[in-house]
């Protein structure tokens, strides 16, 4: 970007002097092409130009040219890396530890660096000096003539040489033994470069986050330099409390560091990585304490997720096969640098004590509770003790994982790491500089100019510039901020993800520009966005702004910032304050709701405070028509209006939609007037609506509400605490899987390629066979159709759904077959390992599933999603086997279908109901006029002894948030930390429409009618992976309770 750029090059060409051109992205100036080409014209003797432009330039041979990039890993093209030497200069742990070495040695230690640098430069100059000496030597002998006797100058110099030589040995022999003295001075404060070097690669690491439920990247806001983090190295050794001796000193240094660092991060994390950064940073550390090493951490990451429950099934029928593997692969694991086998016999002392350890595991905190045969063990193991607790925790009850993993921080880093803390807008401005910016990383519903405001009141900066930043803003920001460079004024650039060009431009002038008055200060708001510069986020102070987390925390906000007292009295009526409260409680709710995940909604939609007042807007102007002229409430155009319209314009997923519809027909009705309406009962607190005209009478009664929420309030189960907390552990434990570097190895030495060639050979000696197209279409042209018809082969709708099933897998178990013999073979270096190749080998190695398993090169799924190998290749054999037993026992040994088994669950249902109308040619059913009818049975798929004459049994499906009642045939509320039971087998057929209706009656679907369930193909609900709906029996409650519940069926709990 440089305006000097082309004079600069002609002055080094034609001197034959370096260039460096610095900050080089992706890609590079087109001027440079004739330097990278080399397009170097000999125009004489000794004279070279090279056409730049429009102008030949001299050319020395001598001129260099260096291109240098800030990002870790530049995406450079082909052509580029073919034109130029391309050097990963990136420094390295052990690299950084030796320069924070000298830095810390040069501030605490000046002479004793000082001195080692002038034995060094001193070492350098007698090895200079003995090696001129004996060239100067072979140089006298070479071009000596006659008898080297007789040549008394020649031995003159050979003496001199000689006695020049010892003298120089001698020097050196006392440099090194002096250096080695130094060493060992300078050894004493090894730990805190070690510590520094620690802190600065977690900082680094991450860079690579990304949000798990939007999937944005994050981590590129993260981004820091070294030159930030030298700047709190530095700040640490100059203000950690001075001490001696040397070893106490360097103990406060680290200390002081680790904290400091753990701050200068916290403030620009978002709360869903903070744990995750404390918790790197803590394992990072005891790694290099060699309390663990780095296979212990991957056991910890991965538990058993590369294990087959086919191995070694379950013996414990309460305990899920995730948690059997997780134990499984702690049996098999030695901890610490010397292996130990604290958990070598859990399997079977889980059976052996059977009745104490499953009370440990149904325990609401079993992380507080003694372990059954290991708390003696545990309690001895000082250093491994409470990493081989967590271990426990995260295997067997990973819903705790969290909480743990905070309590594992608290004993090894101290309870200050894991204190609430925040930075104020004051603390963020003192450390700001004129060329030091601060950027607030953004969150829906935050803006930070409110406060910016307040500091400048009292700084007397106000008012500040600000400019919200889009399309024709970038001309009023540079003004804006040229003005504030000139009289030292503070400016707001609001927006700037919309205003990335001019990101770019503002960072070269905070760096190049010399008349920039000290006291400007340039404020940055902005939204994630992986195109933001890196240089200007290596050079600003970055801040996260975050809404308050909680009903409570969300309704004072409401009542702070949207709902004034001037709001309160803008219609002097009392149905009007209570809609108030009823509307800020429906938007906060709407809002949590989306921790929970899938059960809370199906697409996490980011309602706003504009949504709140549309709503508002139309509440006033409806009370204004109806009830202020004497009329009343139309229930129905308030609710259509404010959850189809005003909210449900957001909504794209027609669950949502029912789910807010649900929400408004509960919570906007004439019963929010009675006095003993209550939003919901949790335990002694009722939340009911406060009364009164002053705003204080709103915020005293929010004052008053639980600071923890129950999910009970928003209608679901208390077990959508234990999904809450199971959803978090799972996304922050596999962010930090993938942030991982790939060079550990196992703890018998073996590398990861060989530990990845054997896992690949292991899954290839259990592939299935083959299905040979040939064979099995002729197999099925065979096999029968419905028993009530005479179709046979391809005229029976299952059939053809069988061929294409058996298609299908053949053409999954031909990939992963051809892509493991291509990973061994590229490990033994048969062929090349390309970059699809390695990304391969580093799933397989982090337990997940290789991508071209699941997906095809157009991103298309093309099998089932599981997020371990060892249940992804267990589901495999499990398809395999059933669709063999089907195609060569025919259907007579299908009494039960596994659903979750096919890929195309549709085609499956779609094939029942073309076959059920075929049997009901008689009746006269048209195709059209059919529809699917479930009936749940009371039996699980073993007990199946016949097959249906009409439709097909299906089993493998799962209940969220219910469980089925057998006994009574219907909806009841979950057991505790059951958090998807298996549904019995359901027996599928189709019924024409109006059979179906003459047939609903309350005794078949109970008095409130029945409740329309989906049926998900996984847990992530959305409109791809629905397969069908079905109508449960609901006895005890209104289909509205089991809606708010977020009940759903699902083919896999994984």
């Known amino acids: 970007s440089s305006k000097m750029l082309k004079e600069q090059i002609e002055i080094t060409l034609s001197e034959g002097l370096c260039l460096i051109i610095e900050n080089v992205e992706n890609t590079v100036d087109p001027i440079l092409e004739p330097l990278l080409e080399r397009a170097v014209v000999k125009k004489g003797p000794n004279k070279f130009v090279i056409r730049l432009g429009d102008q030949n330039i001299g050319f020395d041979p001598q001129f260099c ?80 003539t006659g008898n080297l006797l007789d040549d008394t100058e020649l031995v003159s110099v050979l003496a001199n040489t000689k006695a020049k030589a010892k003298e120089v040995e001698g020097k050196l022999a006392e440099a090194r033994a002096r250096t080695d003295e130094i060493d060992e001075k300078r050894e ?51 203000n950690s409390e001075k001490s001696q001796p040397t070893s106490k000193r360097v103990d406060k240094i680290i200390h002081f560091l680790t904290y400091q660092v753990y701050r200068y991060m916290n403030r620009c994390l978002f709360e869903r990585d903070k744990m995750m950064f404390k918790l790197m940073v803590t394992l990072k550390i005891m790694v290099a304490n060699n309390a663990l090493t780095g296979q212990d951490v991957m056991i910890f990451l991965k538990a058993g997720s590369s294990l087959d429950k086919s191995e070694r099934p379950c013996p414990l029928r309460w305990m899920p096969d995730r948690v059997w593997l997780g134990a499984l692969q702690l049996s098999r694991h030695g901890f610490g640098p010397e292996h130990l086998g604290l958990f070598r016999d859990i399997t079977e002392i889980l059976q052996r004590n059977e009745a104490q350890w499953r009370k440990w595991y149904d325990e609401n905190e079993p992380e507080n509770c003694a372990v059954p045969d290991y708390e003696e063990r545990l309690s001895m193991e000082r250093s491994l003790g409470p990493f081989l607790r967590l271990v426990l925790v995260r295997m067997l009850r990973e819903d705790r994982t969290g909480i743990a993993c905070s309590q594992f921080i608290e004993t090894q880093l101290g309870s200050r790491f894991t204190a609430p803390v925040t930075d104020t807008v004051m603390e963020v401005y003192q450390e700001s500089e004129a060329r030091k910016p601060v950027i607030y990383l953004l969150s829906a519903g935050t803006d930070p100019a409110s406060m910016i405001d307040e500091l400048a009141k009292k700084r007397k900066k106000y008012p500040t510039d600000k400019v919200s930043m889009g399309e024709g803003q970038e001309r009023v920001a540079r003004q804006t901020n040229t003005a504030a460079f000139v ?12 205003g990335i060009n001019y990101m770019c431009e503002i960072e070269e002038t905070l760096t190049k520009n010399t008349e920039i008055e000290e006291d400007y200060r340039l404020w940055i708001t902005c939204e994630i966005t992986p195109r933001f510069p890196i240089g200007l986020l290596q050079m600003t102070i970055k801040v996260t702004l975050e809404p308050p987390a909680g009903l409570k925390a969300q309704l004072y906000r409401t009542y702070t910032t949207m709902i004034s007292q001037e709001t309160i009295d803008k219609v002097d009526h009392e149905k009007w304050r209570t809609l108030l409260y009823v509307m800020a409680v429906i938007h906060s709710v709407v809002q949590e709701r989306r921790k929970f995940g899938p059960i809370g909604w199906c697409v ?76 919901g009962v949790v335990g002694d607190y009722s939340y009911k609506i406060p009364e009164g005209l002053d705003i204080s009478n709103y915020r005293s009664a929010i004052d008053t509400l639980p600071a923890v929420d129950n999910p009970l309030i928003f209608g679901l189960h208390s077990n959508a ?55 099995f279409r002729l197999q099925i042209t065979k096999l029968r159709g419905p028993p009530t018809l005479e179709e046979r082969g391809f005229a029976a709708p299952l059939n053809i759904f069988l061929f294409q099933e058996l298609q299908r897998l053949q053409h999954i178990v031909a990939l992963v077959a051809e892509n493991l013999q291509s990973l061994v ?76 088994g096919f890929t195309n669950a549709h085609g499956f249902l779609t094939g029942i109901r073309q076959e059920v109308t075929r049997q009901h040619t008689k009746d006269q ?26 439709g097909q049994n299906i089993h493998g499906l799962f209940i969220e948030g219910a469980k089925w009642n057998r006994q009574e045939s219907k909806l009841d509320e979950s057991d ?79």
């Not at 949504?611 to 509440?619: H, I, K, V």
């Not at 929400?663 to 019963?671: F, N, P, R, V």
């Open 825 to 900: 073979m590229a490990i033994d270096g048969t062929v090349v390992m390309t970059a699809d190749l390695l990304e391969d080998l580093n799933s397989v190695f982090d337990g997940r599933v290789p991508r071209r398993w699941t997906h095809d090169a157009a991103g298309a799924e093309i099998s089932w999603l599981l997020p371990s190998i060892g249940a992804w290749f267990n589901g495999l054999l499990e398809r395999h086997t059933q669709l063999n037993t089907w195609l060569e026992g025919g259907r007579k040994e299908m009494r039960s279908f596994w659903i979750t």
């Open 487 to 498: 009289h030292g004024g503070w400016v707001i650039l609001q927006n700037c993800h919309l």
């Open 188 to 238: 004493q404060y090894r730990p805190v470069a070690a510590r520094g070097s620690i802190m600065y690669f977690n900082m680094t690491d991450m860079t690579l986050v990304s949000n798990p439920i939007t999937l944005q990247p994050s981590g590129w806001m993260y981004n820091c330099s070294l030159d930030q983090f030298l700047e709190q190295f530095d700040f640490s050794i100059r």
């Open 925 to 950: 059913w048209a195709l059209d006029d059919v529809v699917t009818h479930t009936d749940v049975l009371a039996m699980d798929h073993e007990k199946v002894r016949e097959t249906p004459v009409e």
């Open 721 to 775: 605490d234990v999904t809450y907390r199971l959803k978090e552990s799972s996304e922050m434990l596999m962010t930090i899987i993938e942030t991982q570097p790939k060079e550990t190895g196992a703890d018998d030495g073996k590398s990861v390629d060989e530990m990845v060639r054997e896992q690949a050979q292991d899954l290839l000696q259990k592939m299935p066979p083959n299905f040979v197209e040939d064979v």
């Open 976 to 1054: 505790p930390k059951k958090l998807a039971p298996p549904m019995p087998v359901i027996y599928v057929t189709a019924m024409s429409k109006k059979e179906l209706k003459s047939q609903s009656s309350p005794a078949m679907f109970g008095r409130e009618g029945p409740f329309s369930a989906a049926v998900y193909k996984y847990p992530r609900r959305n409109d791809t992976y629905l397969i069908f709906r079905i109508l449960l029996r609901t006895v005890d409650y209104h289909p509205f309770h089991w809606r708010l519940r977020g009940v759903c069926l699902v083919a896999q709990t994984e």
């Open 604 to 679: 996490p939609y980011e309602f706003n405070t504009a949504d709140l007042d549309a709503s508002l807007l139309f509440l006033d102007k409806h009370l204004s028509q109806t009830v202020l002229v004497g009329g009343s409430l139309s229930w129905s155009t308030i609710q259509y209006m404010v959850a189809e319209v005003q909210y449900g314009g957001r909504i794209t997923d027609d669950l949502d939609r029912e789910l807010f519809v649900t929400y408004a027909a509960k919570w906007l009705c004439e019963d929010i007037f009675n006095k003993a309406f209550s939003f």
């Open 65 to 144: 040219l260096y291109l240098t990039s800030r990002h870790p890993n530049p995406h450079f093209s082909p052509e580029l890396s073919a034109k130029t030497t391309v050097i990963d200069f990136t420094v390295t742990m052990r690299g950084l530890e030796q320069q924070l070495l000298g830095r810390v040695l040069n501030m605490e230690q000046r002479t004793l660096e000082e001195t080692l640098i002038a034995l060094r430069e001193g070492v350098t100059n007698n090895t200079k000096s003995l090696q001129h000496l004996g060239k100067q030597l072979l140089d006298r002998l070479s071009n000596a």
